[in-house]
C-alpha cells in the first residue's frame, strides 16, 4: 500500500516568514501533485511534477520532486495571509492506477 | 464553462438511512472519482467511474456503491449509514487516462447523527 506523509501537520507563522513543507513516502510515484483547499471547498490544483529532481516555480511559492521521486516539498518564500490554508500533497501510483493517494494535509496558518 | 458541480452542499441523515450524491462534471470531461475527507484528514479514493463503469475502487465496503450516466453525471450512494460515515465527500472529474489534470467540485458534506 502506498503512503504519504506530510509535515509538519499544523504551521502558524508570521507574515513574511519562510516556511517548507515535507511530503515523504516509501514508494515510487510516478507523478505527484500539490493541492490547495480552504474552508468549504474542494482542493485546487498547484502544480503537477513528473520528472525526479524537478523543481516547479509559482510566483512565491517552489515545489521539488525527489530524485527517486519518492518525496516532494514545497516552499513559500515571504509568506502572506492569503496563503493560509490546508495544503495536501497527491501521488499518481506507478502501477497504471487511477486513483490519487493523498497526504494528512498540512494546515497553514499565516499571521498579519 | 462551469466547473465540478456537486449536491446537496450540506446534509443530515439519521444511522442506518441512505444517502446519494450527485455530481456533475466538468464541461467536456468523461471522468468522475469520488474521494471522502474525515475532518482533518487528506481525501481518500472511494471509486472511479469510466464510460458508465465502475474502473477502480478503493478501501470501502459495499454499503458504497455509484453509478455514471450517459452524460458523464454521477451518483454516489451509501446505505446503511454509521456515524463514521460524516465526512465531505469531493467528486473529481478528469479527461480520460491518468495523467490529465483532474479537478474538485467543492463537495457534499454528509453528517451522520
Known amino acids: 500500500t502506498q503512503l504519504l506523509e506530510q509535515s509538519p501537520q499544523f504551521l502558524s507563522i508570521q507574515e513574511g516568514e519562510n516556511l517548507t513543507v515535507y511530503c515523504n513516502s516509501s514508494?515510487?510515484?510516478?507523478?505527484l501533485q500539490w493541492y490547495r483547499q480552504e474552508p468549504g471547498e474542494g482542493p485546487v490544483l498547484l502544480v503537477t511534477?513528473?520528472?525526479?529532481?524537478e523543481v516547479k516555480k509559482l510566483k512565491r511559492l517552489t515545489f521539488q520532486f525527489g530524485d527517486a521521486r519518492k518525496d516532494s516539498s514545497l516552499h513559500i518564500t515571504a509568506a502572506q495571509p492569503g496563503d493560509t490554508g490546508l495544503y495536501l500533497c497527491?501521488?499518481?501510483?506507478?502501477?497504471?492506477?487511477?486513483?490519487?493517494?493523498f497526504g494528512s494535509g498540512t494546515r497553514l496558518l499565516v499571521r498579519p | 464553462d462551469a466547473g465540478v458541480t456537486q449536491s446537496p452542499t450540506h446534509l443530515i441523515k439519521t444511522r442506518g438511512q441512505q444517502v446519494t450524491l450527485r455530481c456533475s462534471p466538468k464541461?467536456?470531461?468523461?471522468?468522475v472519482s469520488w474521494y471522502q475527507q474525515a475532518l482533518g484528514q487528506g481525501p481518500q479514493f472511494i471509486f472511479q467511474?469510466?464510460?458508465?463503469?465502475?474502473?477502480q475502487r478503493g478501501n470501502f465496503p459495499d454499503r458504497f456503491s455509484g453509478h455514471q450516466f450517459p452524460n458523464y453525471s454521477s451518483e454516489l450512494n451509501v446505505n446503511a449509514l454509521l456515524l463514521g460515515d460524516s465526512a465531505l465527500y469531493l467528486c473529481?472529474?478528469?479527461?480520460?487516462?491518468?495523467?490529465?489534470?483532474?479537478?474538485f467540485g467543492e463537495g457534499s458534506w454528509l453528517t451522520v447523527v
Open positions: 473529481a472529474s478528469s479527461l480520460g487516462n491518468s495523467g490529465n489534470t483532474i479537478y
Open positions: 514508494s515510487v510515484f510516478s507523478s
Open positions: 511534477v513528473v520528472t525526479g529532481g
Open positions: 497527491a501521488g499518481e501510483g506507478t502501477d497504471s492506477s487511477y486513483k490519487l493517494i
Open positions: 464541461s467536456g470531461h468523461d471522468t
Open positions: 467511474y469510466y464510460e458508465e463503469e465502475e474502473r
